[in-house]
């Protein structure tokens, strides 16, 4: 069993793996006890005392501050969207782009980060892919030969969901500061995993939902804005986005100068019930250690790869310890393979190379020994190793 963590206490706050053996938390993770409690009171509060708004809204605040604590930012350098796509769009739509500008993006990262650019090509602003296989990482050097004086962003996620790579994202914020280009990132598979600092990182604009690594149900998502890019606007306006919003509730249309900080991209009500759990998961993660979780998801990776070099099974992603996180992917055909992970009560999610385990903070050296033992039975019967020769 791992010693990076004290993983019985820290199970104890997920009862699923009394049921069941969950790794699939890059898809989400599992509701945790503390954040339970503290919907549970949020809802208590609403329904017995009709809202404490003037509360509910210092738990925002301290929330923010919690947030901003967590990735080495200033709380005025946050807001609160709904999920990673919002923060992306919120981004992407307040980058000053021009007809014929370009951004640039890894082929095959997420979607929902290469639509949120691609829908500005009616403005003229095209996106250029950049390949790089599942088993590297993105680095300055990936994006410099295609940089011109027209290259305006670079884009990408920090873990990616599909290899689970964990690109160089300090290096090519280097670069980006050096060629004066934004640089935004999805942080989704890797806040709450691993270290996030905005200031080692040099990111622009960050974004992500929190029902992965923050460990709360879906519906929230934060934004890091970098402090003195006033050039970035607001796609959409409303009072809280406003520098002096009317006392009255009565719309100037002489005064519509958004605020300074990275509140200036929220708009209409927070969602109040993920905010109160959100300081619960953060105290939690907080209390674990963000860099303990990390070693702790490695450590487990390691065990994962030495097994299943045992049985012959590929890994599509990286190897090295640099290079990965807590998403490994097996050369494992879904057709055959996802029913009997679900029959066993093993929660896995298809993805394009195979099969994605991914493993939380409550994980053990046990579970990835089950999930081996499991592939390994299935082999004895003359499954196929792998997708590869399952098309031979």
């Known amino acids: 069993m791992s010693t990076t963590l004290e993983i019985n ?60 604590a967590l990735l080495n930012a200033s709380p ?18 307040a980058v000053p782009l021009a007809n014929g500008d370009t951004v640039l993006m890894l082929e095959g990262d997420h979607p929902n980060n290469a ?27 990936t994006f410099e030969p295609f940089i011109d004086a027209r290259t305006k962003v670079i884009s990408l996620s920090h873990v990616t ?41 040099g990111v622009s604009v960050l974004a992500a939902g929190c029902h992965k690594g923050l460990l709360v149900p879906q519906g929230l998502g934060i934004l890091y ?16 986005s406003l520098a002096n919003p009317p006392e009255d509730y009565i719309a100037r249309p002489d005064d519509l100068a958004p605020r300074k900080d990275a509140g200036r991209f929220e708009f209409g009500n ?11 998961s953060i105290d939690l993660i907080r209390k ?18 030495a097994q299943i070099e045992k049985l012959d099974v590929r890994l599509v992603g990286p190897r090295t310890r640099a290079s ?25 999610s298809p993805e394009r190379g195979g099969i994605r385990i991914s493993f939380g903070l409550f994980n053990t050296s046990e579970d990835v020994d089950q999930v081996i033992s499991l592939i390994q039975q299935r082999l004895s019967r003359g499954a196929h190793p792998s997708a590869a020769s399952q098309v031979d």
């Open 9 to 68: 206490s820290i199970r104890q706050e997920f009862p699923v793996t009394k049921r069941m053996l969950y790794l699939d938390s890059a898809h989400q993770t599992p509701m945790a006890t503390c954040v339970r409690q503290a919907l549970s009171e949020f809802l208590a509060e609403g329904n017995e005392m009709a809202g404490p708004k003037p509360v509910w809204m210092r738990r925002v605040e301290r929330a923010r501050e919690d947030v901003a």
């Open 288 to 305: 674990t250690g963000v860099e303990r979780i990390e070693a702790h998801v490695l450590e487990l990776g390691d065990r994962l790869i």
């Open 225 to 240: 804005v970098k402090a003195g890019l006033d050039e970035l606007q607001p796609a959409y306006l409303a009072m809280s």
């Open 161 to 201: 969901f599909h290899a689970g790579q964990r690109h160089d994202i300090a290096g090519i914020g280097r670069l980006c500061a050096q060629k004066g280009i934004y640089l935004v990132v999805d942080v989704m598979q890797s806040v709450g995993v691993l270290p996030v600092d905005v200031r080692k990182l």
């Open 270 to 280: 927070y969602n109040l019930p993920d905010l109160h759990a959100l300081s619960s």
């Open 76 to 93: 005025s350098e946050i807001a609160f969207t709904k999920n990673t796509s919002e923060g992306l769009n919120i981004a992407a739509n």
């Open 115 to 141: 639509y949120a650019w691609l829908n500005l090509k009616r403005k003229g602003v095209q996106v250029r892919f950049v390949k790089v296989a599942d088993d590297e990482i993105a680095t300055a050097e």
């Open 324 to 348: 990965r996180a807590h998403i490994y992917v097996l050369d494992l055909p879904v057709a055959e393979w996802l029913d009997y992970f679900t029959q066993n009560q093993v929660r896995v």
